[in-house]
C-alpha cells in the first residue's frame, strides 16, 4: 500500500491491547486506505499524550477520556470493558500489622473479597462513599498506576477523597507494596493474577463494588479518534472491528507479538487476561456499554471528581 494513508495508533503493552490490534498492525486484514503504525505505551502515558492530543487514534483510560471529550470521539470497538476486570485494591500490611493479625482475624472476605463488617471503618457522616472502605484508608500510602487511570477514579468513587495517592507506573505497585514502601496498591492488567505471588491479599475488588452498586459492567479503556479525523471514523472502527474478530477467530496468530511486550510471559496468565479482558463489549460498546459509561461520568461529577 505505497499511497496508505499512515495513522499513529496509541495502545498498551497488555495482552488484551496486542491480542486485538495485532491484525491490524501486522496487515492479516485488509487496511486499506490506511496503514497503521503502532505506538505502544503505558496506559498512564498513552493517557498523558491523550492531553496534548499526540495520536490520532490512541488508548485511553475512560477516566482521561471524559476529561479529553472536546478532543477526541469515542470508538465503539477495541474496549475494555465489562464483567469481573475491576481493579483490585491489595496489601501486605494493615495499620503496621500484617493482614490477618488484626483482632486474630482476616478482614478479608474470602468468597469476594469485599471488606468484612467487622472491620473499622469511618462513620458515614464524614464522607465515605462505600460503608466497605476501612479506616485505616485514611492515611494509607496508596500506589496507584496514574492520575488519569479509571482505577483512580473508580478507587475515588469507592472510598472518597482520602489516602496518600502515589503515582507510579503499574508493574511497580506490587514490587513496592510487597516491600513495605507502599500501604496498598491499587492493581490493573496481569498484577490481577499474580498479586499473591507478593505476598498480598486482596482488600477490595472495585470490580465487583461497581457492579453490585450499578449491575452495569466496568468501563476500563477505550479507543478515541482526535476529532480532526473525524472523518475517518466510520472506516477506522469498521477495521477495528475486524481486528478483533481476527483475533478471536485465529488466537494464536498474535502469540508472538502478545509475548514480544507483555509484563507476564506465563501462558496461562496470557490467557486469563485475554479471556477477562476481551469480549462482547470489545466488539461493540451497544447499549449497555454506553450506559455503563454513562454511569461513570454520572457518579463522577456528582462526587466533584470532574
Known amino acids: 500500500m505505497s499511497n496508505a494513508l499512515e495513522l499513529d495508533i496509541g495502545f498498551s503493552p497488555c495482552p488484551n491491547d496486542t491480542f486485538i490490534f495485532d491484525a491490524l498492525i501486522h496487515q492479516r486484514i485488509d487496511t486499506a486506505p490506511f496503514r497503521f503504525r503502532p505506538q505502544i505505551a503505558d496506559v498512564e502515558e498513552l493517557n498523558k499524550r491523550g492531553f496534548a492530543q499526540k495520536h490520532p487514534i490512541t488508548k485511553l483510560s475512560f477516566y482521561a477520556y471524559l476529561l479529553l471529550k472536546d478532543h477526541y470521539d469515542l470508538l465503539d470497538s477495541g474496549a475494555a470493558l465489562g464483567y469481573g476486570c475491576g481493579p483490585l485494591l491489595v496489601a501486605r500490611k494493615i495499620g503496621g500489622q500484617e493482614i490477618g493479625e488484626i483482632g486474630g482475624h482476616d478482614p478479608i472476605s474470602p468468597e469476594i473479597g469485599i471488606v468484612s463488617p467487622d472491620f473499622p471503618r469511618f462513620p458515614p457522616e464524614i464522607g465515605i462513599v462505600s460503608p466497605d472502605c476501612p479506616d485505616w484508608i485514611r492515611d494509607a500510602r496508596i500506589a496507584v498506576p496514574g492520575r488519569y487511570t479509571t482505577a483512580y477514579l473508580l478507587l475515588q468513587i469507592w472510598q472518597g477523597k482520602c489516602g496518600r495517592a502515589e503515582f507510579v507506573r503499574y508493574d511497580e505497585?506490587?514490587?513496592?507494596?510487597?516491600?513495605?514502601?507502599?500501604?496498598?496498591?491499587?492493581?490493573?492488567?496481569?498484577?490481577?493474577?499474580?498479586?499473591?505471588?507478593?505476598?498480598?491479599?486482596?482488600?477490595?475488588?472495585?470490580?465487583?463494588?461497581?457492579?453490585?452498586?450499578?449491575?452495569?459492567?466496568?468501563?476500563?479503556?477505550?479507543?478515541?479518534?482526535?476529532?480532526?479525523?473525524?472523518?475517518?471514523?466510520?472506516?477506522?472502527?469498521?477495521?477495528?472491528?475486524?481486528?478483533?474478530?481476527?483475533?478471536?477467530?485465529?488466537?494464536?496468530?498474535?502469540?508472538?507479538?502478545?509475548?514480544?511486550?507483555?509484563?507476564?510471559?506465563?501462558?496461562?496468565?496470557?490467557?486469563?487476561?485475554?479471556?477477562?479482558?476481551?469480549?462482547?463489549f470489545t466488539l461493540s460498546l451497544g447499549q449497555t456499554g454506553m450506559r455503563a459509561i454513562e454511569a461513570l461520568e454520572e457518579r463522577a461529577r456528582c462526587q466533584g471528581i470532574l
Open 173 to 280: 505497585i506490587l514490587p513496592g507494596v510487597a516491600s513495605g514502601k507502599y500501604d496498598a496498591g491499587l492493581i490493573i492488567h496481569e498484577g490481577r493474577f499474580v498479586y499473591q505471588k507478593y505476598n498480598c491479599l486482596k482488600i477490595v475488588d472495585l470490580g465487583q463494588w461497581w457492579e453490585s452498586e450499578t449491575g452495569l459492567p466496568l468501563p476500563l479503556g477505550c479507543i478515541a479518534l482526535r476529532r480532526d479525523m473525524f472523518r475517518y471514523k466510520e472506516a477506522v472502527e469498521t477495521l477495528l472491528r475486524q481486528s478483533v474478530r481476527q483475533a478471536m477467530k485465529n488466537p494464536g496468530a498474535a502469540n508472538e507479538f502478545i509475548k514480544l511486550h507483555a509484563q507476564e510471559l506465563d501462558d496461562q496468565v496470557i490467557s486469563d487476561h485475554i479471556s477477562l479482558y476481551v469480549n462482547e
